[in-house]
């Protein structure tokens, strides 16, 4: 019942831009931090960005900090990754997180930067 469907990955150029997505159903959306994490091959799944129910905090991932933006509409139940300037170490697979106490993940949506 509960869902998380990860949006708007892709191949992009080096110092190009993209835009992910994340559609929640199933839970109450604004009562619950959304966060956003990536995970490369042969590496640990690591949190790239967060944001707390009422936007009131935000954290990110110093690797990828002035570059990339978490936002949430919480009248559509999506939170957004915007992602500026990637570079080739951006490359991953970039999953959606909800938590309050009991957490879930979406699916992923890949993220592949390369010329």
């Known amino acids: 019942q509960v869902q998380l469907v990860e949006s708007g990955g892709g191949l992009v150029q080096p110092g190009g831009s993209l835009r992910l997505s994340c559609a929640a159903s199933?839970?109450?959306?604004?009562?619950?931090?959304m966060s956003w994490y990536r995970q490369a091959p042969g590496k640990e799944r690591e949190l790239v960005a967060l944001?707390?129910?009422?936007?009131?905090?935000?954290n990110y991932a110093d690797s990828v900090k002035g570059r990339f933006t978490i936002y949430r509409d919480n009248t559509k139940n999506t939170v957004y990754l915007q992602m500026n300037s990637l570079k080739a170490e951006d490359t991953a697979v970039y999953y959606c997180?909800?938590?309050?106490?009991?957490?879930?993940w979406g699916q992923g949506t890949q993220v592949t930067v390369s010329s």
């Open positions: 199933g839970f109450t959306f604004s009562s619950y931090t």
């Open positions: 997180r909800a938590e309050r106490g009991a957490g879930y």
């Open positions: 944001i707390t129910s009422a936007s009131s905090t935000t």
